[in-house]
């Protein structure tokens, strides 16, 4: 009777190496191909040293809709930290609902990225947050309006001091935009199941994901999207080999060409980050596409010249769910109520 078992035995232990070995190997051409688990810490601005009072402060301003010129907008209306960090929506909606050009990106994350927005315009977090506040079609508001809000209620006056404590005139458009970016810098997700799978868990991914995963590699994906944060490192032409559909690639928006203007930057945008993008649809800077594996065809044809099929597609697509990590626990914070000094919202 026992010696029945022995080759069964053996049979399953063999398997069980193969498969062993062949989540090794997927690890290594995984860590080769530049992929790369995220950091449990983003790195800190040189000049924007992270404290605990200035991460609170960010919180705070994070979800202050009077930064916003009708008191209704917060940085947190678009990016959304309940709903992977930002709207779902195909293009923001801003100030006197104005329908902007872009789709907003989640903030999650974002401190990893080599530089902010679709384009790369702004250089780090700190920069990026200056946009949006000025932006007529976003919170449509004045750096001098901001100062006066918060200067209007003692408690921001003291919160200031605290977060900058050597400073003689704490209250002021750059502090704003440090304290916004020190909390932005603890938006991060990290224990997703593709880190998890790197850091040497071989059940985190399921066959499906793994085989997505060697797709992702092999297709030529990770030519583009690498690093911790799978993308946001580099630009390339949205469409290098066939130019996607107007509705995909409206032309009226010529990505970084608008920045440097020089012809070789048309239709350029930032490789996108994917991490958490099973949370982000709608796809895209256009917002256009809803469905992630349409998505992924959409890039094996106009990256790669690819017909991937439905198969391949559903695989990354799966794979591209297991970048999806756990995001802190955010507690919605108290904001000081107004005083006759606070500017009136203005709709
Ligand atoms: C009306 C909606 C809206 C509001 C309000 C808003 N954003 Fe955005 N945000 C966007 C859109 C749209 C983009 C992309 C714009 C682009 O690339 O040209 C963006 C881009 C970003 C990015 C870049 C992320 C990346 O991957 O490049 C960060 C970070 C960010 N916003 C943070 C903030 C902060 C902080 C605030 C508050 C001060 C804020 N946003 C307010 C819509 C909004
Ligand atoms: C040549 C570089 C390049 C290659 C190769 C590439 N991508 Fe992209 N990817 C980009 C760029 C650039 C964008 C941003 C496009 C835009 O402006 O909307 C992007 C965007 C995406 C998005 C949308 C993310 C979002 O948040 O809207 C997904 C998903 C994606 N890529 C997946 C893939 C997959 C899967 C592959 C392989 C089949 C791939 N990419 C190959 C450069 C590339």
């Known amino acids: 009777m026992r010696g029945s078992f022995l080759p069964l035995f053996l049979f399953v232990f063999l398997i069980q190496g193969a498969v062993f070995a062949d989540d090794q190997a997927l690890r290594q051409k995984a860590l080769q191909a530049g992929l790369a688990p995220l950091p449990a810490v983003a ?24 930064l916003s010129k009708s008191g209704l907008i917060s940085c947190n209306t678009c990016h959304n930290l309940g709903m992977g960090g930002d709207d779902n929506l195909p293009t923001s909606v801003g100030h006197g609902w104005h329908k902007g050009p872009r ?18 315009r702004a250089k780090d977090l700190e920069q990026q947050a200056k946009g949006p506040i000025q932006a007529a079609a ?84 990770t030519a583009c999207h690498n690093g911790v944060n799978v993308g946001g490192q580099a630009y390339f032409p949205f469409g290098l080999i066939k130019r996607p559909g107007a509705d995909i690639l409206p032309p009226e928006d010529k990505g970084r060409f608008a920045i440097t203007q020089s012809a070789s930057d048309e239709y350029v945008f930032r490789a996108a980050p994917l991490r958490n993008v099973a949370l982000t649809a709608p796809y895209f800077h256009s917002g256009q596409v809803w469905d992630l594996k349409q998505a992924v065809l959409v890039m094996g044809a106009a990256q790669l010249g690819a017909e991937l099929s439905d198969e391949e597609a559903t695989k990354i697509a799966a794979f591209l769910g297991s970048l999806t990590g756990v995001a802190p626990e955010i507690i919605y914070p108290k904001l000081p109520v107004e005083t006759d000094e606070t500017p009136r919202p203005q709709l």
């Open 103 to 120: 789709n907003a990106p989640t903030v999650y994350n974002a401190a990893f990225n080599r530089a902010q927005f679709w384009d790369g």
């Open 43 to 66: 790195p800190e601005a040189a000049d924007n040293p992270v404290t605990p009072q200035k991460i609170q402060l960010g919180k705070r301003l994070f979800f202050e809709p009077r």
């Open 138 to 221: 976003e919170m449509a508001n004045t750096p001098d309006q901001v100062v006066q809000m918060l200067k209007s209620m003692p408690e921001y006056v003291a919160w200031f001091r605290e977060s900058f404590p050597s400073d003689p005139d704490p209250v002021n458009f750059d502090n704003v935009v440090k304290a916004i970016g020190a909390f932005e810098s603890k938006l991060i997700t990290p224990g997703a199941p593709f880190d998890r799978f790197l850091n040497g868990a071989d059940n985190a991914l399921s066959p499906e994901q793994k085989d997505g995963l060697a797709l992702f590699i092999d297709r030529g994906c």
